[in-house]
């Protein structure tokens, strides 16, 4: 099934290739004709895909953060984070492929205590400074075992960042919140008593993969 947070952009491609196709039958080429039909078709099943949201299994376990995010881990490294978790901590950035499945989901249960939107560049999401630079929205969670930061980050293709959480919203690891559209990149931001379970390049699923493990 699409997702709902797809059903605006599905219903503006579904009419234009509907026009596109209709528009087809006056013209008398048959070569430009079949372009007319074949291609707005093959975007249309491209975008079905892209909007896919399967169902997840999110593992049982308090001490766990799973991933926001479908994709490929592009780093793991020591930060200082002085946004919300004030102090040293470990990053986690998730690069999201046109391929991969867009819907984010909630890494870690508690309260969102802290949200940001921030407009800005759109360097190419797998870039480093693109946390810092682009487009994205940030989410602090006030969890029992500390503070979570995770950050949606917009990247060249992706110009249109979604999310239907507030401020002070209680919320459950592995719920959806939202989605990134057409490829970007996902951040997550943990307390340094936090031990990564992924390593780089590894390929992740929103809600399923545990990215982070407290061990004390």
């Given at each position: 099934m699409p997702t709902k947070y797809g059903y605006s952009t599905l219903g503006i491609i579904s009419i234009s290739v509907f026009i596109i196709i209709a528009f087809s039958f006056f013209?008398?080429?048959?070569?430009?004709?079949?372009?007319?039909?074949?291609?707005?078709?093959i975007f249309l099943l491209f975008s079905?895909?892209?909007?896919?949201?399967?169902?997840?299994t999110t593992p049982l376990g308090d001490k766990i953060i799973v991933s926001p995010a479908d994709g490929k881990v592009?780093?793991?490294?020591?930060?200082?984070?002085?946004?919300?978790?004030?102090?040293?901590?470990?990053?986690?950035?998730i690069f999201m492929s046109p391929l991969d499945v867009h819907v984010n989901r909630i890494p870690i249960s508690g309260k969102i205590e802290y949200l940001k939107?921030?407009?800005?560049?759109?360097?190419a999401a797998f870039d480093d400074k693109a946390s810092e630079e682009n487009?994205?929205?940030?989410f602090g969670i006030e969890s029992k075992f500390g503070k979570i930061l995770f950050t949606q980050v917009a990247g060249f293709i992706a110009r249109r960042i979604v999310y239907h959480i507030k401020l002070g919203d209680t919320v459950k690891s592995g719920e959806?919140?939202?989605m990134i559209k057409f490829g970007s990149r996902?951040?997550?931001?943990v307390p340094d008593n936090w031990q990564p379970k992924v390593k780089k390049n590894e390929h992740v699923k929103a809600g399923e993969t545990i990215l982070f493990e407290l061990t004390n």
């Open positions: 013209v008398n080429n048959n070569f430009e004709k079949l372009i007319l039909i074949v291609l707005p078709i079905l895909y892209f909007f896919r949201d399967p169902e997840r592009l780093f793991i490294k020591d930060v200082y984070d002085n946004k919300f978790i004030n102090g040293k901590a470990k990053q986690i950035s939107y921030f407009k800005g560049k759109y360097i487009e994205r929205a940030e959806r919140f939202g996902a951040d997550i931001v």
